[in-house]
């Protein structure tokens, strides 16, 4: 008996052909960080990002061509650098976001009982903790650039996953984002 191989979607063969074909296309000409920032939006069509609303609810096509405007429309190589910088950024923030969102999860489904004082949904009890902590982070330290900001706050999420995976339904975060303390 042969061992048959899964045979894959069309669409999706067609996709990935696509996506290669856009960052060979884009690498020579921005370089590896815009080549980077586009495959891993690229990477991120069609996945749980776009349902948990973490990412841009438009986040196909409408988006990718506000940013390609953007660029687009820069006056300078440096204007150009910051840009492509600042995207790369947000995209890494909303990645980490999603991971944590997703380990969050599992770790509700695996101890229900955590949910039981919980203040409000969860998803939005993750949305807002995460949202009052950069707003926090913008107000507490106003003098820090933008790229410092979200460098503190990608920091900070790699904690939260850090204890997350560690501690799980017993990590200070777990009551933090359920809305259960200050």
Same mark, same amino acid.
């Given at each position: 008996?042969?061992?048959?191989?899964?045979?894959?979607?069309?669409?999706?063969?067609?996709?990935?052909?696509?996506?290669?074909?856009?960052?060979?296309?884009?690498?020579?000409? /921005?370089?590896?960080?815009?080549?980077?920032?586009?495959?891993?939006?690229?990477?991120?069509?069609?996945?749980?990002?776009?349902?948990?609303?973490?990412?841009?609810?438009?986040?196909?096509?409408?988006?990718?061509?506000?940013? %390609?405007?953007?660029?687009?429309?820069?006056?300078?190589?440096?204007?150009?650098?910051?840009?492509?910088? /600042?995207?790369?950024?947000?995209? %890494?923030?909303?990645?980490?976001?999603?991971?944590?969102?997703?380990?969050?999860?599992?770790?509700?489904?695996?101890?229900?009982?955590?949910?039981?004082?919980?203040?409000?949904?969860?998803?939005?009890?993750?949305?807002?903790?995460?949202?009052?902590?950069?707003?926090?982070?913008?107000?507490?330290?106003?003098?820090?650039?933008?790229?410092? %900001?979200?460098?503190?706050?990608?920091? /900070?999420?790699?904690?939260?996953?850090?204890?997350?995976?560690?501690?799980?339904?017993?990590?200070?975060?777990?009551? %933090?984002?359920?809305?259960?303390?200050?």
């Amino acid at each position: 008996m042969k061992c048959e191989q899964p045979r894959r979607s069309y669409k999706i063969v067609q996709r990935r052909i696509m996506k290669m074909k856009i960052i060979h296309f884009f690498f020579p000409l /921005f370089g590896f960080m815009a080549a980077n920032f586009l495959g891993r939006f690229l990477g991120s069509e069609g996945s749980a990002i776009m349902t948990t609303g973490l990412c841009l609810n438009s986040f196909g096509g409408v988006y990718w061509n506000e940013i %390609k405007t953007a660029l687009d429309q820069a006056p300078s190589q440096t204007e150009y650098n910051r840009l492509l910088d /600042f995207e790369n950024r947000d995209l %890494k923030i909303r990645e980490k976001k999603q991971e944590l969102y997703s380990l969050f999860q599992q770790v509700l489904s695996q101890h229900p009982n955590v949910l039981e004082n919980a203040a409000y949904t969860p998803q939005e009890a993750f949305i807002d903790f995460f949202n009052e902590k950069r707003d926090a982070l913008d107000m507490m330290h106003s003098e820090w650039s933008p790229a410092e %900001k979200d460098h503190r706050e990608i920091q /900070f999420l790699g904690q939260v996953e850090q204890d997350l995976r560690t501690r799980g339904p017993d990590s200070v975060y777990m009551t %933090k984002l359920l809305g259960n303390a200050d």
